[in-house]
Structures are given as structure tokens and as C-alpha cells.
């Protein structure tokens, strides 16, 4: 960005050096103004600087205002702006941007980045308060009281200066401090002018002008000089000490300068500003030692407000500024159109209203129909002759709006006026006003509300009036109604605006209805139509370009129209670039190129290439709508173009067109109720709730500020260009989280863009919810909590489960133990007819054993049911009897084995009673069913962890006896057996053990069964 601002000040000054003698004298400088009516704190008091975006800073009595060349900025006491007391005594802007006040406070300061301003700490109690001047030298800010100074250093540390103090404690009041060189400085003081030498604090000449209340450098040593309290302004070289008195130097109207200067301003290498005590504001040519002088003129709004003037400012972008009674801002820089915008005539009379129409006699004199008199503008800036055209009797304010000026072939001079017919100039200024007769037998009324009068190639006046044309021979005074014309008669009730006369003489009619085209060898008219569905076809003007093509212009831009075939070949609207598509006039310039003329702007068309070069505003074209036929070129190719409040003019082959970029900021943006300075454009970090931001932008421009539009874009949100036309802010709400780049655009002319040098990046975090680490260690929290309680749910159902299957396994238990205390019924019975048996027959021996096993199996029976567990060795010994007892009852029809491997019973435990029910069913059902001898073995074995027990019989088989307890509706085996099983599954589960049992059943080879095999998997747990 600076290196582009610096090519566009490097243009400007190129083209103020290349035309010194034009700048300032060519046309008078119109000023604006601004006051308390505008938004400024105080009209007093006011000093001045600029900061580096070109606003201008004005600090006043109340405050500190800030001016950008559209709005004005407040920062005082009562508004948090930091600001201590509101009287501002000075006010400078540093290099680095860094704005600094003097108030009866002290020194204080605000960064550029920043939105208030900070205190200068003063721990030595230095008289800062009394701080009237403040300069920047190389080392810090210098700041001078009125017999003081001090040095503001970079680290904002401040020391004092006494050997620059006592100079000027010596010889009085300090006044003005300019730098000449290095640590060099010239000082202006009451009794003399110092060079001095601030870092030596040394003394190195005195000058003899005093009382210097301003030092402005010229070239070299010679520095201008002017003193509020003395007339006398001097150039004065400050290595001899010799002056030469400016007050010789005359005014362009001869008229000697005064002094009492309070300030001068450098323009350029020739131009000063200076403003004075009582004589308004005095432009000084060094080169001609000549002098333009610019008073208050309650007449003229465009004047300096005040004569009294205090304080002159030049910007960078070369915008004079002075105060007195308010602020007046002109631009000094040469426009490409000339534009006069008031007359004046030799009593003082002004006019400042609509120019209709022009002429420019063989003498060159140009004369003006206004909507009040016809003048002869006096090119030279001086007087003008007004000229009133009324009627004898009538009052000099019953004047008539000029619609046309015009030569005959006598080239005697005739005006068309409004509503009052055609008027002849006079020798001694007043007009013949010519009645207009018709035709004898016609006695029908012809309109005066003149529109457009153009002369034919015969000198006759051709008239557009508001009801009708017609033809009027300016030599015999004769109208020509066309009334009874077979063809023109047809068209000649419209609402004519213009008539054109083409190269053939063939006649075009720009008229509400449209455009009409008059072939006079064919004698036919021609009424041509155009595209759209517009109703309001009103056409304002005609033209034609050097290879015969016709232009007409309306409301929706410029036709061009081929004149053999009166078709439409091209139209040219806004989207071509033209400022507007309402065109109210057209012109043919020497080079063959036409000019568009808008309702505002004005465009330049090369039929040739088809190329459009806009103009507005900014070239200097008056901000004024153009006028309808309000326009004329000169014999020698000048160009004339009337508005609202003057017109301009013009040489086209003799245009100096510049480029005018604008320089285009974004400085502020609001977040949250804070306010961020963003012009050193760092990239910036919103949090998720700070996503309703508002960004403002600003172009700094004192001469097109009201004609400045803006667009916007949000990269990263918007799709396009949003246009705000004058709006200089963008708002956004409920920005999503992301990354963002704001950009800002300025045009004058709503064609040429101008972009932002330093876009805004910024970002708007994620609100935590949203972020992948709040995401992810959400999903590992919810998948934890899932898990937990997926591992709760199934500890849950375990824990059923487990409740359910203690429940059972105790209900098994108890059953179980039942079924232990209770033994089998039929074992019982049969177990005591046994004995009874024994007893009959006489064998007491057998009897005795029996019982006495019995006996001993009904007590381990009784005494196991207590415990869950038993050595193995105890449930071994009930097998065994059990098994014996078996054996007696059932005549020894079977045989058994009892082994262990492997295995020390007295050191194993195993639940009681879970192998008597498996060795029962094989007696019972496998071996007590078949036909020969069986056999039974228990087998215990150890596997690793495992206890293997093994039940074997060589029975009939699970199918056999499956049968054979279907006949005999035996039961209870099943009962038992399932109770054991669930016993056995529970003990192992609490080892982690869940190898099931299984039952084989066996086959011989021939596969018939052979029996039946249990095995047993438990786990193995060591008696202690």
C-alpha cells in the first residue's frame, strides 16, 4: 500500500509541476465548508494535521475532532476516548501515525492501532500542561512552552531541553519551531528567529525577522516568513540573513498584498498558502512574485467563510484547508474540465443558477441563456454583462427563462425564450421582440415554449417547442406551421425536444413519442420503433458520427441507428460504462468522437474502436444534473455543456485525462461492544460467541466524498460483492466458526473499483462443542459410559443370573440334600428285605455286614449333606459301599473297578454326592437290564487343572434303557441327574472351568451298544 500511494502523490505532483502557471489562476477555487452545523465541537481555537490515511484532525477548544471528507468523528472528555480536558493547545501526527495532544492536562498520545488516547507520565512534574507546540524532530516529539522545551523521547520517557529553554527564555515568547535539517531547526521567537541545533542544544545563528509566527521552507535556505503581529511578509535566506519584502509581489488585479500572516503552507515548488489576519487567503507565486488573493464573499457560498483566517493545511492528496469561523477545503489540483459556476456582472450583481444554451460570435465571444438573462461571460474572470429580456412596462424581475441563442445571416444576434417568443438583440443592450405572424388563413396559435432552436442550411430557424414545430425565417419574420405539409403534418402535435439536420439535410425529430425521420427527396416520414416494452419512448437528442451513422439518446441509453435501413444496430447503456442510461444530450467533437452526455457524467464514444471513456466528478464536472439541448461546440471545437448550476468546457483534443485511485481502508471493526482498530491489518481471533461483527471502511476524499460508493465481500461467506452504495459499514450476525477474509471496495464512478490495501483476515473459533477434540473425547466419554454400562448391564445380568443360579443350585442343593437324608425309597425297602432275608435264613453273618455297610453309608450320607465340598477320598468310600451294597442286593450280577491316578484323594476336594447319582444310573439302567455279566468302573484322573472322572458300564445303553424306563415309568433317574448336572456347571464356573459333561455311548464293532461312558471335567480344588 505505501508504495502505491506513493506513485499516485508522485502523479499528482508531476502534473502540478507540469502546469504551474494553470493551477490556481485558470479557475477561482471553490471552497466547502465545516462548522458546528456539520458536526464539528467548536469554530475556535482549531489546529490542524493530518494522520497518515489523510483524514484531517482538528482539535479545538472542545475537543478533538476527525474529518475524512464525509463524516465527522468526535473524541472528548465526556465520550472515553481517554482525552483529559477537552481544550486542545496542539496537535501533530508522527511519523508512525502516532496522533499527539497538548492539553492543560498534559501530553498525551494515541497509537494508530488503538481508540484512546494515554498520558505521557510526567514524574518530574515538568510544565507539560503549559505544552503550546509540538513537533517531531529524529529523537522524539519536541514540546515547546512559551519559555520552555522538552523532548518526548521513543520510549515516551520525557527530559528537558535547558539549553533550547534558556534561548528562548532570553528573548521571549516561543511562537513557531520548523525543521531545517537533521537536528538543525529554525525557531520563531518574539524577539528573533534562532537556528539552533536541538541535540547540542546549541545556538547557531540569529535571524533579524522576530515576531515569526510561521517558517515555511522554499528551497535551499530561503524560507518564507510571516508574522500575525506585523504586516510584513518576507522571504527571507537564513544562512545570510537577507530578507525580500513579499508585500511588493501584486495580486492578479494589481492590488499589493497585506500582511499580518498567521501560517503558510507549501503547495508546491512555486505555490504557498498563507492565510492572514484580516485579508483572507493569499496563494504566492515564487517563481512570477505574483500573488492570487481569496476574501469571504457573503455572495458566494463556494467562498472562504471568514476573511480572518488563523490556520492553513496542504494534505498529501493536495486539499487546502483553512480555518476561520469553521473549516473551508478546496482541492488544489487542476481538474480536467474547466467549469464556471457563477457570474458576475459590473454592479456586483451574481448569478448562480441553470445555463440553458450557448453561442460564440466570430469575435469569439461567448454568450449565455440562463433561466434569468442573457450573458457575455467574460473569459478573464472579470465583470459580465447581464442582459434582461422584458417587455416595455414590465417589471426588470419579469424576466424570461433564454431557451436559445443564435445568429441569422446578418449575424444579428436572437434569442427563443421561454413562454415569450423570439427576442433581437440591440446594439445598446435591449431587445426587439418579434411577433409572430402565421400565415394569412391560418389563424391557429403556435406554441413559445421553446425547447430547441437549430438553424438550417437556408438560415431558417427550425423550433422545438412543448406543443408542436414549426419553421421561422429569422429575415421576414414568417412562420411555417406545417400544418397543411401531407406528411410533416402527421408528427408535428408531439412534444418535440431537438431537431437535427443531417449531412443529406434530411430532417430527425427527437420527440416524447419517439424518433421520427423526415426523407425530404422521398417526402415520406419515417417513425422508427425501438426494443423493449418501455412506454416512455421520449427521445432528448439526435447526432450523427463522420461515417453517417445517427445516434438518438432517452431514458434507456444512446441508439445507433443506420441511416439507410432505420435499423438499430448497437445500444449503449450503463452495463457499457456510461454513469447513467438517462442521456440527455449528444455531441460530435472535431475528431469525429461523440459525446454522451447523462443526466450526470459524461462519456466519450470512438465509433471507430466502440471504446467508452467515462467521466464525472472527479474530473471536475460539475455535481449537477446536465440540461436538456444544453449544449454547444464552439467554431474552433470547444466544448459547452450547461447544468443545474453553470456549466463546463472544454478542449476534447486538449484533455489531460489522470488516474484518480482512491485509497481505501478498513479501520474499524466491532465485536462484542469493543471497538478494533484493524488499520495495521493483522489477522484477528474471535471466539464462537463473538460472531456478530461490524466492519467499517472509509476512502479519504475532501472533493468526491458524497459521490464515494462502496461494496464489501466476506471471502468465506459471501458469494459475490455485496453494494452499499454510501453505506460505509458491513454487518454480519451468527458468523458460523471458520476462517474469513473482509474486503472493501470505493469507486467514484460505480465502473473503476478500488480495493482495500490491507483485506482483513480473521477467524472465528469453534465453540468447544464443536471442535474434533471435544468431538473425539466426546465419543470416548459416550463410548466409556456405554461400555461402563454395557459392563454394569451385564454385571447386572450375571449377578441375575448368578442370584438365579445360587438360587437354584441351593434349591438343588436342598433338593439334593433331600435326597441324600431321604435316600432312594426302593434302595431302602429292597436294602432292608435284604437284610430280612439274611435274618430268615439264618445267615447272620451276611446280615450283619450288610447293616452294618448300610449303616455306615446312611452316616457318610448324613454327614456330606453339611458341606458343599468333601475330600475326594470320602466320596470315594460312599461309592464304594454304595456300589457293594448293590452288588449283594443284585446277587453280584455286576462287577466294578474303583481307581485313582495320579490323583491324592486326601488332598482333593470335590462337591459331595456328584458321582453316586451317575454311578446309580448305570447300575440301575445300564447294568441291571442286561442279559450278562456287567461291569462298572470309576476312574479318577487328573489333567492339568482338571479332575477328570470317568463312569463306565457296560450296559444296554442310553436307547435300551431309555425304553425299558418308559415300561417301567421310572422318573426319578432324570430328576437327579439334572439337579447334579447344574451342580457340577456352577462348580466349575467359579474356576473357570466350563468343560461340560459328557455322555458317550459306547458300541462293540459290530455297532450294537456296549454300554455307556460319563465323563466328568472338574475343577480341581486342594483341601487344606
Known amino acids: 500500500m505505501p508504495m502505491k500511494i506513493h506513485g499516485v502523490r508522485l502523479f499528482i505532483f508531476i502534473q502540478l509541476l507540469c502546469s504551474p502557471a494553470i493551477l490556481l489562476t485558470a479557475q477561482p477555487l471553490a471552497f466547502r465548508h465545516l462548522n458546528t452545523a456539520n458536526g464539528l465541537l467548536s469554530d475556535q481555537g482549531i489546529q490542524l494535521c493530518e494522520d497518515r490515511m489523510g483524514r484531517l484532525w482538528i482539535a479545538t477548544d472542545e475537543g478533538v475532532n476527525v474529518f475524512d471528507g464525509y463524516a465527522v468523528a468526535a473524541y472528548t472528555r465526556d465520550n472515553k476516548s481517554g482525552i483529559r480536558n477537552n481544550r486542545i493547545n496542539a496537535i501533530l501526527c508522527d511519523r508512525s501515525g502516532i496522533i499527539w495532544i ?157 500582511g499580518y500572516g498567521s501560517e503558510i503552507e507549501k503547495i508546491d515548488d512555486e505555490h504557498y498558502a498563507m492565510v492572514t489576519r484580516y485579508h483572507g487567503l493569499y496563494i504566492l507565486n515564487t517563481r512570477t512574485r505574483s500573488v492570487q488573493q481569496y476574501c469571504n464573499d457573503p455572495g458566494d457560498a463556494t467562498s472562504i467563510h471568514s476573511s480572518f483566517l488563523r490556520r492553513v493545511l496542504v494534505t498529501r492528496g493536495h486539499t487546502l484547508v483553512v480555518h476561520g469561523n469553521g473549516i473551508s477545503f478546496t482541492t488544489l489540483s487542476e481538474p480536467a474540465f474547466s467549469a464556471v459556476r457563477n457570474f458576475t456582472n459590473e454592479k456586483g450583481a451574481k448569478y448562480q443558477n441553470v445555463v440553458n444554451c450557448f453561442y460564440q460570435d466570430p469575435s469569439g465571444q461567448l454568450w449565455i441563456g440562463t433561466n434569468s438573462y442573457l450573458i457575455k461571460w467574460n473569459r478573464n474572470h472579470g465583470p459580465s454583462s447581464f442582459y434582461s429580456y422584458y417587455s416595455k412596462g414590465e417589471g426588470p424581475l419579469d424576466v424570461r427563462t433564454i431557451r436559445a441563442v443564435l445568429p441569422d445571416a446578418k449575424n444579428r ?16 443592450g435591449g431587445f426587439d421582440k418579434i411577433p409572430t405572424r402565421i400565415r394569412p388563413g391560418d389563424n391557429s396559435l403556435v406554441s413559445s415554449e421553446f425547447h430547441r432552436v437549430v438553424a438550417d442550411r437556408n438560415g431558417n430557424f427550425l423550433v422545438a417547442t412543448g406543443a408542436r414545430f414549426y419553421l421561422f425565417n429569422p429575415l421576414t419574420n414568417q412562420l411555417e406551421t406545417f400544418r397543411t405539409h401531407p406528411q410533416l403534418n402527421k408528427i408535428i402535435r408531439g412534444y418535440t425536444t431537438h431537431f437535427f439536420a443531417d449531412r443529406d439535410d434530411n430532417w430527425w425529430f427527437a420527440q416524447s413519442r419517439g424518433l421520427s425521420f423526415y426523407d425530404k427527396k422521398k417526402d415520406r416520414v419515417y417513425t422508427l420503433s425501438f426494443p423493449g416494452t418501455q412506454k416512455d419512448n421520449n427521445i432528448f437528442a439526435v447526432e450523427q458520427d463522420l461515417d453517417g451513422n445517427i445516434y438518438a439518446c432517452g431514458y434507456y441509453g444512446v441508439y445507433i441507428i443506420d441511416p439507410r435501413t432505420l435499423q438499430i444496430k448497437a445500444r449503449l447503456d450503463k452495463s457499457d460504462g456510461l454513469e447513467t442510461s438517462y442521456v440527455a444530450g449528444l455531441l460530435r467533437d472535431l475528431e469525429g468522437d461523440i459525446w454522451i452526455i447523462g443526466n450526470r457524467g459524461l462519456a466519450r464514444y470512438h465509433p471507430g474502436t466502440g471504446t467508452i471513456t467515462s467521466f464525472d466528478e472527479k474530473d471536475g464536472l460539475l455535481q449537477s444534473n446536465h440540461r436538456i439541448s444544453a449544449y454547444y461546440r464552439a467554431p474552433d471545437g470547444e466544448l459547452f455543456i450547461g447544468t443545474q448550476t453553470g456549466f463546463n468546457h472544454f478542449y ?71 453494494y452499499a452504495y454510501r453505506e460505509r459499514q458491513a454487518r454480519y450476525t451468527n458468523l458460523p466458526s471458520g476462517d474469513y477474509r473482509f474486503e472493501a471496495e470505493a469507486s467514484v464512478n460505480g465502473k473503476d473499483w478500488y480495493k482495500a490495501a490491507r483485506p482483513l483476515v480473521f477467524t472465528i473459533d469453534r465453540a468447544f462443542w464443536n471442535t474434533w477434540w471435544f ?23 450375571k449377578k441375575e443370573a448368578r442370584l438365579r443360579s445360587d438360587f437354584e443350585i441351593r434349591l438343588n442343593e436342598l433338593e439334593h440334600k433331600a435326597l441324600r437324608t431321604q435316600m432312594n425309597p426302593h434302595f431302602i425297602f429292597n436294602s432292608l428285605n435284604t437284610i430280612n432275608s439274611f435274618i430268615n435264613c439264618n445267615d447272620r453273618i451276611l446280615a450283619n455286614q450288610y447293616i452294618s455297610k448300610f449303616s455306615r453309608l446312611v452316616r457318610l450320607t448324613l454327614d456330606n449333606s453339611r458341606a458343599k465340598k468333601i475330600p475326594l477320598r470320602d466320596e470315594l468310600e460312599v461309592i464304594k459301599i454304595y456300589i457293594e451294597l448293590e452288588q449283594v442286593r443284585f446277587d453280584q450280577r455286576f462287577a466294578y473297578s474303583l481307581t485313582t491316578d495320579g490323583v491324592d484323594p486326601d488332598l482333593v476336594e470335590i462337591p459331595s454326592m456328584i458321582i453316586q447319582p451317575f454311578v446309580e444310573n448305570a447300575i440301575l439302567h445300564g447294568l441291571l437290564p442286561a442279559n450278562h455279566q456287567g461291569m462298572l468302573t470309576v476312574s479318577v484322573t487328573r489333567n492339568a487343572t482338571v479332575l477328570l472322572i470317568v463312569i463306565e458300564d457296560n450296559g444296554v445303553g442310553r436307547q435300551a434303557a431309555k425304553k425299558s424306563s418308559e415300561q417301567q415309568q421310572v422318573a426319578r433317574k432324570s430328576h437327579g441327574l439334572d439337579i447334579t448336572l447344574k451342580r457340577i456347571e456352577s462348580f466349575n464356573k467359579g474356576y473357570d472351568v466350563f ?20 465323563v466328568i471335567s472338574l475343577a480341581i480344588t486342594e483341601a487344606f
Open 102 to 258: 497538548a492539553t492543560p492536562a498534559g501530553l498525551q498520545y494515541k497509537n494508530e492501532n488503538s481508540n484512546r488516547f494515554s498520558v505521557i507520565d510526567n514524574p518530574s512534574s515538568f510544565p507539560l500542561e503549559k505544552t503550546m507546540l509540538i513537533r517531531e524532530a529524529r529523537t522524539g516529539i519536541l514540546a515547546f512552552t512559551k519559555d520552555s522545551c522538552f523532548l518526548v523521547g521513543h520510549d515516551k520517557r520525557v527530559r528537558p531541553l535547558n539549553g533550547i529553554s534558556s534561548m528562548i527564555g532570553a528573548r521571549a515568547n516561543m511562537l513557531t519551531a520548523s525543521h531545517v535539517e537533521g537536528d538543525i531547526w529554525l525557531l520563531g521567537i518574539r524577539a528573533k528567529t534562532l537556528v539552533v541545533d536541538i541535540s547540542r542544544q546549541t545556538l547557531i545563528r540569529e535571524l533579524p525577522y522576530h515576531n515569526a509566527w510561521s517558517l515555511c521552507r522554499v528551497k535551499g535556505s530561503e524560507w518564507l516568513a510571516c508574522s500575525l503581529a506585523r504586516d510584513s511578509v518576507v522571504l527571507m535566506n537564513i544562512r545570510t540573513g537577507s530578507m525580500e519584502l513579499v508585500n511588493d509581489w501584486k495580486t492578479v488585479d494589481g492590488k499589493k498584498l497585506v
Open 413 to 428: 444576434l436572437w434569442i427563443g425564450a421561454f413562454g415569450d417568443g423570439f427576442g433581437r438583440l440591440r446594439a445598446d
Open 652 to 722: 476534447p483534443s486538449k484533455l489531460q485525462i489522470r488516474s484518480y485511485p482512491l485509497q481505501v481502508f478498513i479501520t474499524d471493526v466491532y465485536a462484542a461492544d469493543t471497538v478494533l482498530n484493524v488499520l495495521d491489518g493483522k489477522p484477528l481471533r474471535f471466539s464462537h460467541r463473538g460472531n456478530n461483527l461490524v466492519f467499517r471502511y472509509l476512502t479519504v476524499d475532501y472533493k468526491h466524498a458524497g459521490s464515494v460508493m462502496y461494496r464489501y465481500k466476506l471471502t468465506g461467506f459471501d458469494t459475490g460483492y455485496i
Open 775 to 797: 468431538r473425539i473425547s466426546l465419543l470416548l466419554v459416550l463410548g466409556m459410559l456405554a461400555y461402563l454400562f454395557y459392563k454394569w448391564r451385564i454385571g447386572q445380568v
Open 995 to 1014: 468343560e461340560p459333561v459328557r455322555i458317550i455311548d459306547l458300541e462293540d464293532p459290530e455297532g450294537i451298544p456296549a454300554g455307556t461312558r460319563v
